[in-house]
């Protein structure tokens, strides 16, 4: 019986070492309370400059510095009601606390909503001209000549406080998504033979990965049904969240949701047709792979549920500690430092919430604000993929790490854009190195495995998870009214594509794979993963063969949270986006890792 089978603890029964230290945060629930009324007591005071800051240079420091000491402590009187959920999501008292400061967030941005739109009236000639005699809006620089490229989209303060109002009940939808997932939906237990195995959102892909084919078969159309059975409502509160994109898009007259997603980081939306062109161009190196992993596996056909399969019997397992070892050794090339800090937040620090238990929201995350630890949710089981997730994780976590120690609080918001670079290049350089120092075969099989895993999660799954936004969106922006069917069915055809031939599609389980992605609440967020993925490996290469300046030049990116455009950023770190090269690049890298395979199931014995 693997780990993943054991019976999941309730949270009490998590060892503290291996829990996130909230304690850092907040020393307990009646600080966070306290710092909570402070907050909401603070917020008139900022309220009452309005109409202020066309005054003097002297009154728009004063409110931008009051404004970015309130979001600061906001962030982290957000993030710790968000953790403390997200770790035990039937702790009724944390699901109140999250509700409340949604909507503390809420009245803040509403109350704020009066600072763009003024500095916008004070003209960009004149901001200019303050910049060089106050000294306190010197760092503002960048945030300014982003606030003009914008100004066609920032409305007059009143439509600002309104948006800023609608932004709780907006977003409500993504909330009622976690609940109804992660808390509301039961799961059949997989089932081989006369053995039975719970399933939960935590175990889920842990199962995915057991070597008895009906524990995953059994485990995966478990899972898929749960949703298929709630398909309307799933349907709805995706089609609530769509519809939100396009209410934000036209009311800041943007002529898309595309559009919407991408200008405020600059990013043209070429971009992300380029990476779906491109995609869909190598869309035959994923067939190929299908095809070997189908060998591999000794199977006469292959179907989603065995994309997950372990490729060896003896697949490798490894403690937290040895993995936290594995990581800080792969990421050698980026310095001491580097290292040192990661090695202690994992294993002194609590940045990591470490275990599964009952009732932890699925998947994993990185969180925190600028003060605190860069922490992180996860639900490591002692494989080589939780290595990975671990890994991809703590990309996230030095990212904030730097980019917090390096930047004001203005820059500290870097994009998901630029996130998913640092979350997968952890992976990469990683990976790199446990190929060049574990020989051993079963090693190299589960390595494989993990950067299969990896690439298919992020460079299969959310390129095709994008066009399905992209259709759905538009069929809105026509003024269509898609329903859960219409959806599953265009999902199940996209999947039927990125199979092609080699993998046998159940179309009402592929079909229903959107409801199953908490991404999608994001506006154009799931392409970023792929883009991400793309530079992380151009850039760990660079790293890998470039030496101290590449190391550098990727340590400048990771400092510097959005003080740049992203764009731009990357380019300095040695990577462009807005051409084919970098996902092309990609795609090399996973042809390279399919002939790695055929090499071992071809010739075993070396």
């Known amino acids: 019986m693997t780990d993943t089978q054991i019976a999941i603890p309730p949270r009490s029964e998590i060892p503290l070492a291996y829990q996130w230290n909230a304690e850092s945060v907040f020393p307990d629930r009646e600080a966070w309370e306290a710092e909570y009324s402070a907050i909401a007591a603070a917020l008139p005071t900022l309220g009452a400059l309005a109409g202020h800051l066309a005054e003097s240079p002297t ?17 982290r009187v957000y993030f710790y009601a968000g953790m403390c959920y997200a770790v035990e999501l039937t702790d009724t008292a944390a699901e109140t606390m999250n509700g409340r400061a949604q909507a503390l967030a809420a009245q803040a941005s509403a109350t704020a909503s009066f600072i763009e739109p003024e500095m916008i009236a004070i003209g960009n000639a004149t901001l200019l001209k303050w910049l060089a005699t106050e000294p306190r809006l010197t760092i503002y620089a960048q945030y300014i000549d982003n606030l003009f490229r914008q100004q066609a989209h920032v409305r007059s303060p009143e439509v600002e406080e309104v948006l800023g109002l609608a932004q709780a009940p907006l977003t409500a939808a993504a909330s009622i998504y976690d609940v109804l997932t992660s808390n509301d939906m039961k799961f059949a237990a997989a089932r081989s033979g006369t053995a039975t195995t719970p399933v939960a959102q935590s175990s889920r892909l842990g199962l995915m990965r057991n070597p008895d084919r009906e524990i995953r078969r059994t485990a995966w159309e478990s899972f898929s049904d749960a949703h298929l059975a709630m398909k309307n409502t799933l349907a709805n509160t995706l089609s609530t969240t769509i519809r939100r994109d396009i209410f934000y898009a036209r009311t800041r007259r943007y002529d898309s949701a595309l559009e919407a997603a991408l200008t405020p980081i600059n990013v043209p939306v070429e971009v992300f047709h380029t990476l779906i062109d491109t995609f869909k161009r190598n869309l035959p190196t994923w067939h190929r792979y299908w095809a070997v992993r189908r060998r591999a596996l000794g199977l006469s056909d292959l179907h989603t549920y065995d994309i997950w399969a372990p490729l060896t019997t003896a697949s490798p397992r490894m403690t937290y500690e040895q993995a936290v070892d594995y990581i800080c050794a792969g990421m050698a090339p980026l310095g001491d430092e580097y290292v040192s800090t990661l090695r202690r937040g994992c294993l002194e620090q609590r940045w990591v919430d470490v275990l599964p238990n009952q009732a932890k929201v699925g998947g994993a995350f990185s969180g925190g604000s600028k003060g605190t630890y860069p922490f992180i949710m996860m639900s490591y089981t002692h494989e080589l993929e939780s290595m990975g997730v671990l890994a991809h ?28 670079v640092a979350s997968n290049f952890n992976q990469a350089m990683v990976r790199a190195y446990l190929f060049d120092h574990v020989p051993d075969r079963n090693f190299q099989l589960g390595l494989i495995g993990e950067a299969m895993d990896n690439f298919h999660r992020y460079f299969f799954i959310m390129p095709t998870l994008a066009r399905f936004e992209l259709e759905f969106h538009e069929r809105v922006e026509r003024g269509e009214s898609p329903t859960a069917d219409d959806l599953n069915t265009l999902m199940a055809e996209l999947y039927a594509e990125g199979y092609g031939s080699e993998v046998t599609i159940d179309r009402g389980r592929d079909g229903i794979t959107w409801a199953t992605f908490g991404h999608l609440y994001a506006n154009f967020y799931v392409f970023q993963y792929a883009t991400g993925i793309s530079a992380a490996n151009a850039l760990s290469q660079r790293v890998l063969t470039g030496g101290a300046s590449a190391a550098a030049d990727y340590l400048g990116f990771l400092k510097a949270g959005s003080s740049r455009y992203p764009l731009d950023v990357l380019k300095s770190a040695g990577v462009d986006l807005t051409t084919p090269q970098p996902i092309e690049q990609a795609f090399a890298v996973l042809s390279s890792l399919v002939d790695r395979l055929e090499a071992l199931i071809d010739y075993p014995v070396q």
Do not use: C, I, K, W
């Open 393 to 420: 994780e703590l990309g996230h976590s030095m990212h904030s790490y730097f980019t917090n120690r390096e930047q004001p609080m203005v820059y500290t918001d870097y994009s998901l854009f630029v996130a998913e």
């Open 59 to 75: 009154a728009l420091a004063e409110a931008l510095e009051l404004a970015y000491s309130l979001q600061e402590r906001l962030q």
